[in-house]
C-alpha cells in the first residue's frame, strides 16, 4: 500500500495534538505536584481530592456534550483548549506551595480538563479516520497511540 502525502498528514497531526497535550499535561501535572506536596497537609488531602475529581467528571463531560451540542464540535474543541490554557496561564503565577484554596482548585482542574481534552482529541482522531478502510485505520489508530506512549514516556 503506498502512503500518500494525505494519509501521512491525516496520522501525524492527530498524533502531533494528543502528543502535545500529553506533554502540556505531564508538565502542568508535575509543577501542580511539587506545589502541593509541598504544603503540610498535602499528602493528607489526597483521598478527598480524589473523590470530588471523580465527582466533579461527570457534570463537566454533560457540560462540554451540551456545549457540543450548541456550538458544535470544533468549537467546544477549542474552547476547552482556550479554557484550560486561559486558567492555568492566569493561576501560574499566584500559585505557591502550601495549603492555599486556588492550588487545591488547580489540583483537581487538571485532571478533570484534560480528561475532557484527550476525550475530545480521540474523538477528533476517529471522526479523521471514520471513512478511512477499516483496516487503515486501525494502523493509524496503532500509530497515533504508539506516538503517544513514547511521548509521555520521553516527556516522564
Known sequence: ??????DRQQTFLPALALGLTTAAFII??????????QGSGGL???PLVYINIGVASLPLALIFVKAMKIWGARPAR????LFAATVMAACAPVLQAGDSVLLLAIFM?????????????WLLASDI???????AAARAFS??????????????
Open 78 to 81: 477549542v474552547g476547552i483548549l
Open 109 to 121: 482542574f487538571i485532571p478533570a480538563v484534560f480528561g475532557l481534552i484527550f476525550a475530545s482529541l
Open 129 to 135: 479516520f471514520e471513512k478511512t478502510e477499516k483496516s
Open 28 to 37: 502542568a501535572k508535575t509543577g501542580r505536584d511539587a506545589l502541593f506536596f
Open 1 to 6: 500500500m503506498v502512503k500518500t502525502y494525505r
Open 44 to 46: 493528607l488531602q489526597l
Open 143 to 156: 500509530k497515533v497511540g504508539a506516538a503517544l506512549s513514547l511521548e509521555a514516556w520521553w516527556a516522564a
